[in-house]
Structures are given as C-alpha cells and as structure tokens.
C-alpha cells in the first residue's frame, strides 16, 4: 500500500517569512495530494489540492508543488501569519479507484513566532 | 448544510464497557471513514464504506466494528473498550472515493480508563 513520509514534524518560523513543508509518497499510481489543516480542537480542513497532472497550484499565500518523478510534493505558505498556526497534513489517494481513501502523513506543527 | 456531524464530543469509558460513536453527513456522500488520531501519529484509517449497506476494513480495525444502513449515517462500535483506544476519533466523507476532497466532522475525544 501506499506509505507518506511528512517532514519536519514541528516548523517554527518568525510572523511573516515564509514556510515549507515536504512530504514524499511511494505509490507511483497515487495521482491526487491534498493538504488540510487541522486547528485545535477541530477536524481537518482542506486548503489546497493538485493532481498529477499539474507540477503547481497557487492560491494567495498557499502553494503545492508536486515532483512526480520523485514522487515529492510540498506546501508553501509566504508572509506567514499567527492564524496560520496550526498542524497541517499531507495525504496521497488514487484516482483509479481508491476506494479506502487517503493515505496521510504524520502531520507538521506549524508555529508562527510573533 | 451542516456538512459532516459527530456526536457525543467527548465521553470517558471505563474498560470493558461499550459505546457507539454517531457520525452523519449531509452532502449525499456515497463514501464515509473513519480515522483514529493519536499525538503525533497522523491518522489511521479503521474502517470505511463505499455505499449503504457496503463497509470495509482499514489500516487499524480490530476492536471496532460498523454499519452503513443509510447514505447519511456510518456509525462506529466500540464492544469492549479497552485503554489503546483512548484516541480522538474522526469521520469523514468524500463524493467519490481517493480522488476527492475529504470533508471531516469535529471529533470525538474517547478516554478509555
């Protein structure tokens, strides 16, 4: 099955420089990576997707770059602010079918420093 | 539109005792999951269902079980709660299956003592 691998599990960047997190995955069917962000005491939220079709999706301050020969993809978020603290997943799915979903990596605490 | 709902918020269990977590969607989703989430361990999918009356295994099933009578409900058991369960539990649904967007609900935080 499929295995993702999310680095670094904790980020902490000073209010307004920017952030990166990289995640890898090892199913070269694996065709579809969203990334949610999770606040605390709520559910995950999606906030930005691309499909394999695409090398990247920008949307504002939020991009996703997706290197499918290395089967690499990343979340940058620019001008980092307090609200975008919070733990943000990647996850891979197939669009052939994928039926059990998503497969998720471990997560990134995300701290923005004041 | 409440989008996905998860009833209790949370609850303590003494072990060996049994509960249902509730979980419905309002989107007219065919596929629902639900994932277990513990600290720094992402989350695990434990069972999931393509379509009323269908339901599947996933990564961590054993000690829970599922139904799926409704396109809106997939409530998930628990028969003897045992303390590796304390966990924050959470369900989802998605129109299609790995190739779509994923709509969460809040939670529910189980402790298990």
């Known amino acids: 099955g499929e295995n993702v691998e999310q680095h670094p599990s904790t980020l902490s960047v000073q209010e307004g420089d920017s952030a990166v997190i990289k995640c890898t995955y090892s199913d070269s069917a694996s065709n579809y990576f969203p990334w949610y962000k999770q606040e605390l005491g709520k559910g995950p939220q999606l906030i930005i997707d691309?499909?394999?079709?695409?090398g990247e999706k920008k949307d504002q301050r939020i991009a996703v770059t997706l290197n499918k020969t290395a089967k690499h993809f990343s979340l940058h978020i620019t001008e980092t602010q307090p609200e975008d603290s919070a733990v943000y997943f990647c996850a891979a799915g197939d669009s052939g079918g994928g039926a059990d979903g998503l497969t998720f990596g471990k997560g990134t605490h995300l701290i923005i420093q004041p | 539109n409440a989008g996905v709902t998860q009833t209790p918020k949370f609850r303590i269990l003494k072990i060996g005792q049994s509960m249902t977590l509730q979980c419905t969607q309002d989107m007219n989703h065919n596929y629902m999951y639900w994932y277990r989430q513990d600290p720094g361990m992402g989350l695990k999918l434990i069972y999931y269902?393509?379509?009323?009356?269908?339901?599947d295994k996933g990564e961590v099933p054993n000690g829970y079980n599922v139904s799926r009578s409704t396109t809106e409900d997939f409530p998930l058991r628990l028969e003897l709660a045992a303390p590796s369960q304390t966990s924050v539990y959470f369900c989802?649904?998605?129109?299609?299956?790995?190739?779509?967007?994923?709509?969460f609900g809040p939670g529910t935080r189980l402790l298990v003592l």
């Open positions: 691309i499909r394999s079709n695409v």
């Open positions: 989802a649904s998605s129109y299609r299956g790995g190739r779509e967007t994923q709509y």
């Open positions: 269902s393509v379509g009323a009356g269908i339901t």
